[in-house]
């Protein structure tokens, strides 16, 4: 199981911090990942990591969102800083068993935690 928590409003230019807290899973050597959706759209890549690889991050974040693991808590997080409107969204963490290069789509990914929503204002 997944649990993610830590979604809000915050104003343009704000930070946020998510956790996804896993269970279940062998957190050690599963790949981690963020996806975000808006209504109307489909599920799109925010980033993703595992453990002994750099983060992978999506061209819209990167450089302002940072992707982390705590292997001890079993729990990996997103911190957004300097975020905007076009950032507001559900905001999903999934699992895979292992790594694979298309780590970007949705498909591959075992477990899914419920989403948060963050709502950024202008």
């Known amino acids: 199981q997944l649990q993610a928590s830590g979604g809000g409003w915050v104003q343009t230019g704000g930070s946020l911090r998510l956790s996804c807290t896993a269970s279940?899973?062998?957190?050690?050597?599963?790949?981690m990942a963020w996806f975000r959706q808006t209504p109307g759209k489909e599920r799109e890549f925010v980033a993703a990591?595992?453990?002994?690889?750099?983060?992978r991050y999506a061209d819209s974040v990167k450089g302002r969102f940072i992707f982390s693991r705590d292997r001890g808590k079993s729990t990996v997080y997103l911190q957004m800083n300097s975020l905007k409107p076009e950032d507001t969204a559900n905001y999903y963490c999934?699992?895979?068993?292992?790594?694979?290069?298309?780590?970007?789509?949705?498909?591959?990914?075992?477990?899914w935690g419920q989403g948060t929503l963050v709502t950024v204002s202008s």
């Open positions: 279940g899973l062998d957190f050690s050597t599963s790949a």
């Open positions: 999934a699992a895979r068993s292992r790594w694979n290069v298309q780590y970007d789509r949705d498909v591959g990914y075992e477990n």
């Open positions: 990591g595992v453990s002994g690889r750099s983060p």
